[in-house]
């Protein structure tokens, strides 16, 4: 079978993937293109079998499918796929891929972190120190995790992981609301499944495990965060725009809740002058959550993996539209010539 060409755009997302992908040259044609010049990103898109994504993708996605007609996959390197018109590849006969799972562990460990900083008020005490601000008596005085209550929203891989951790290492109660999931599962995965005002009204904590939907969109506001307690942590590792961040700002100054830990913006990464960024009782990071080395290794090999399963003919994992399968067996033997499996 001849080799097919992949382009990226701008950069691969890790070395791993991409010697893999260097080392299998009979199989893969590897094009790296920059969105700075967009005729020549265009011209390689034009005669592209696959195209993988970073952070962003970097086109449109209607658009690429009109002008690379011989478009088999998009493969996101990351967990993520925001900017991928799934709908669009499906109806098309597009296969979208992702690397889900490989990077819940970071994520987790990040959030139960953010915990112990805010509760400790290790933030603030390295703060005060690194512009030897002094403290005033009591200050830095903080609170134990041990036998507190952390609100879980959305009880997947990463928030049941969450919801572990805190079970495990710090007896925690774990209230969960996940609409999707059944009680009894939330339940052996160690949760008590609540109502969403319920959880925000009992937790110390609460963060959120759910991915970006019309459903999900804009799900904490005013509301949500005066039902909190005023000791009360909100962290939010998951997306942005699932929480209101002008709102948010007004909580934290009023003392309607006592902080947050933030790792997604509507816009990333934010603006240095953001007013989240301004406040002391926030934990903030440029979506950086998941990046460890073990997670990112993870993902590159895997996406690499991906692509030479789609360029010869096997079914490739995780798929974020597996509908699309038979569609993608039609679209795959008539632009390649051969029906993959599995």
């Known amino acids: 079978?001849?080799?097919?060409?992949?382009?990226?755009?701008?950069?691969?997302?890790?070395?791993?993937?991409?010697?893999?992908?260097?080392?299998?040259?009979?199989?893969?044609?590897?094009?790296?293109?920059?969105?700075?010049?967009?005729d020549a990103m265009w011209e390689a898109l034009s005669t592209a079998y696959g195209v993988h994504s970073g952070i962003r993708i970097g086109v449109d996605t209607e658009e690429l499918i009109q002008r690379s007609p011989n478009l088999l996959a998009v493969v996101s390197g990351l967990a993520g796929y925001d900017s991928i018109n799934v709908p669009a590849c499906t109806e098309a006969g597009i296969l979208v891929?992702?690397?889900?799972?490989?990077?819940?562990?970071?994520?987790?460990?990040h959030v139960t972190a953010g915990m112990l900083m805010m509760s400790h008020k290790t933030l603030l005490a390295?703060?005060?120190?690194?512009?030897?601000?002094?403290?005033?008596?009591?200050?830095?005085?903080?609170?134990?995790?041990?036998?507190?209550?952390?609100?879980v929203v959305g009880f997947g891989a990463i928030g049941s992981r969450v919801g572990?951790?805190?079970?495990?290492?710090?007896?925690?109660?774990?209230?969960?609301?996940?609409?999707?999931?059944?009680?009894?599962e939330i339940v052996r995965r160690g949760g008590e499944s609540v109502g969403l005002d319920e959880?925000?009204?009992?937790?110390d904590f609460v963060t959120l495990h759910v991915p970006l939907m019309d459903q999900t969109r804009g799900m904490i506001g005013e509301r949500e965060y005066?039902?909190?307690?005023?000791?009360?942590?909100?962290?939010?590792?998951a997306r942005g725009y699932l929480y209101d961040e002008v709102a948010l700002e007004k909580a934290l100054?009023?003392?309607?809740?006592?902080?947050?830990?933030?790792?997604?913006?509507?816009?990333?990464?934010?603006?240095?002058?953001?007013?989240?960024?301004?406040?002391?009782?926030?934990?903030?990071?440029?979506?950086?959550?998941?990046?460890?080395t073990q997670a990112m290794y993870n993902m590159s090999e895997n996406s690499a993996k991906q692509w030479l399963d789609i360029f010869q003919a096997r079914r490739?994992?995780?798929?974020?539209?597996?509908?699309?399968?038979?569609?993608?067996?039609?679209?795959?033997?008539?632009?390649?010539?051969?029906?993959?499996?599995?």
């Open 316 to 342: 490739p994992s995780p798929i974020v539209n597996p509908e699309v399968w038979p569609a993608y067996v039609a679209r795959h033997k008539a632009i390649v010539g051969q029906e993959p499996t599995g």
């Open 126 to 151: 390295d703060r005060q120190l690194h512009s030897r601000t002094e403290r005033k008596p009591g200050e830095l005085t903080g609170n134990d995790l041990m036998g507190k209550t952390v609100g």
């Open 199 to 203: 959880l925000l009204k009992e937790s």
């Open 226 to 237: 005066a039902m909190m307690k005023p000791t009360a942590i909100f962290l939010n590792a």
């Open 97 to 109: 891929c992702n690397q889900t799972g490989m990077g819940n562990e970071p994520v987790a460990e």
């Open 164 to 184: 572990e951790i805190c079970r495990l290492g710090f007896n925690m109660r774990i209230l969960v609301h996940d609409p999707v999931m059944g009680d009894e």
């Open 253 to 292: 100054k009023g003392g309607v809740i006592a902080g947050a830990v933030l790792d997604v913006w509507e816009k990333e990464p934010p603006s240095f002058d953001h007013p989240l960024l301004q406040l002391d009782n926030v934990l903030a990071t440029p979506h950086s959550s998941g990046q460890s």
């Open 1 to 38: 079978m001849a080799s097919k060409k992949l382009v990226f755009i701008d950069r691969f997302i890790n070395p791993p993937g991409l010697e893999l992908l260097q080392n299998s040259q009979d199989i893969v044609e590897m094009v790296q293109s920059t969105s700075k010049e967009p």
